[in-house]
């Protein structure tokens, strides 16, 4: 069957919508590190929204990290692909202002003349809390991290990670005069612009000291909030899609209706007129970034780990249990209990959009695909609350549950029995703190565990000298959880 062309596009099916403009004009104008699902659903989006609004030349280019997949399923088809919105009913959009596709391994250079550029006006980021190479726990560039290692051995001729591309980059704007650039990450970290400004100027200062300052002055990093729930595209998207449109579309991304994202105003250059299509744009985005990460972001994660591991494989069928979704509902009140979010926001409206969002059954949006990098996530996403909740004396019972739930997790078994792999950069790492030494595979029966995972720096920074009575009540659920299993945990914690 043909595939999606730009050829085509004057004779897609009625009902599907389709750009507006002349994608002729688009020039190579933003750089996007790490064009995934939820970039190609979200900022893509909004700049395909302005491009229909106003017209204008900015086009992305979107740069993968790792494998060619992204660059095979688009550029075939011109950069062109197809929204699949999944509301009430699924609605078809073609999206159009991704112009190119650069694979990093196979083309280092082109990624840093891309950044380099002077035409280039904006450099973004979706490469996940991982692609940082940072230490969740203080923020600050993991200097052994293998990749930097290497970007620092080859005094990033060749780049590999994400912060050595965007150094190798603004190395060459600065080396040729050009003026600074911003670098705005899109990724669900606290003051993710604070944390990306840290890495660059820290590798860029062992590059080059003059570097680093010349960045510090001419370049900013915005921080910005970002949200849509974007699961990974299944066949039955693609399929649907083919179904649709009458050609295949090899790079559809699914989602949901609802979509937000906060910038912090803070340019170092023009960028598209982002405010005209809804973005919110404001000196502080720390309100907005806090109540969804720990809100949504947190939610999330519970539901994965109790989930998953209790055989629940999407979001909506975990939602639908009661007992689940008591717990998420307590944990929500607690979140909010040191939220500080601001008293003009309507918190009990954005909880129960959440649960509605999660209950979304067309979305399929699998626990197991958000379970993964939990080491990289649960300090943002629980830590922050229940470091909160810990000054001030509150209770913290809950918390050890989650905690508990994720080490549960973290032992790879299903309760059918069913083994899986613990997907996370520390996988191994952890590992070893849940197993007998020298055996093969066997699980510690004793509270060792909770105890070896919870003195893990990178994720707990110093919590468990701090709080050595959460570690108790941790090993406390830990073992109701393995001897009683997660729904007599989760009654036992809310009296039912
Ligand atoms: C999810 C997020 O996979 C995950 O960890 O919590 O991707 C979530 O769907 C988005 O942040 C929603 O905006």
């Known amino acids: 069957m043909t595939r ?32 995934g699902a939820f970039h190609r659903a979200h900022q893509a989006v909004y700049l395909d929204d302005l491009l229909n609004k106003q017209g204008g030349d900015w086009g992305i280019v979107g740069v993968s990290l790792r494998s060619d997949s992204v660059a095979k399923q688009l550029l075939p088809q011109g950069g062109l692909y197809t929204q699949l919105e999944k509301g009430a009913e699924n609605q078809f959009r073609i999206i159009g202002s991704v112009i190119d596709v650069v694979v990093a391994p196979e083309d280092p250079d082109a990624v840093i003349q891309a950044i380099a550029d ?19 726990a203080t923020g600050t560039l993991l200097i052994d991290h293998p990749e930097i290692q290497q970007d620092i051995t080859n005094n990033l001729q060749r780049p590999v990670s994400a912060v050595g591309f965007i150094v190798a980059g603004l190395k060459q704007r600065y080396e040729q005069g050009f003026p600074g650039i911003t670098v705005l990450s899109c990724d669900n970290l606290p ?18 000291p003059k570097l680093s300052e010349w960045i510090d002055k ?12 974007v699961p990974a595209t299944t066949d039955a998207d693609l399929t649907c899609v083919r179904e649709r449109l009458g050609v295949v579309d090899k790079g559809v991304v699914s989602c949901e209706p609802f979509s937000q994202w906060v910038v912090q105003n803070q340019f170092a250059q023009p960028v598209p007129d982002y405010a005209a299509v809804g973005v919110l744009l404001t000196q502080d985005v720390s309100a907005y970034e806090k109540i969804k990460l720990r809100l949504l972001n947190g939610s999330h994660s519970l539901i994965a780990y109790f989930g998953y591991v209790n055989g629940f494989d999407f979001v909506h069928q975990v939602v639908n249990q009661s007992v689940f979704l008591a717990l998420i509902q307590r944990y929500m009140t607690e979140a909010q209990s040191v939220l500080g979010a601001p008293t003009s926001f309507d918190i009990e409206g954005y909880k129960s959009q959440l649960i509605e969002r999660f209950k979304n059954p067309a979305l399929q949006h699998q626990t ?33 549950l989650l905690i508990a739930g994720w080490i549960t997790y973290l032992q790879g078994k299903r309760i059918n029995g069913d083994s899986f792999e613990v997907m996370d950069p520390m996988a191994k790492q952890l590992k070893t703190l849940l197993e007998v030494p020298g055996s093969s595979g066997d699980l510690k029966a004793d509270q060792s565990t909770v105890d070896a995972v919870m003195t893990c720096q990178a994720i707990f920074g110093n919590l468990s000298q701090r709080a050595p009575g959460l570690v108790q009540q941790v090993n406390h659920q830990y073992r109701i959880l393995n001897e009683q299993g997660a729904i007599a945990a989760i009654h036992a914690l809310l009296g039912t």
């Not at 001419?218 to 729930?229: A, L």
């Not at 939990?374 to 810990?390: A, F, H, M, V, Y």
Request: charged content about 20%; some cysteine; hydrophobic content about 35%.
């Open 4 to 35: 999606l062309s730009p050829e085509l596009l004057g004779e897609l099916p009625a009902g599907v919508d389709v750009p507006s403009y002349d994608r002729q004009k688009l020039k190579p104008r933003i750089v996007h590190l790490g064009i």
């Open 118 to 136: 002077q035409h280039t006006g904006l450099v973004s980021l979706t490469i996940t809390e991982k692609g940082y190479c940072h230490n969740p």
């Open 191 to 208: 003051n993710n612009g604070h944390v990306l400004r840290c890495v660059v100027s820290e590798l860029a200062r062992i590059i080059d």
């Open 218 to 229: 001419h370049v900013t990093f915005p921080c910005s909030m970002v949200d849509r729930i």
């Open 368 to 400: 197991y695909q958000i379970a993964m990098d939990g080491s990289q996530k649960i300090p943002q996403r629980w830590l922050e609350t229940l470091t909160l909740l810990l000054q001030n004396g509150r209770d913290t019972q809950l918390f050890a």
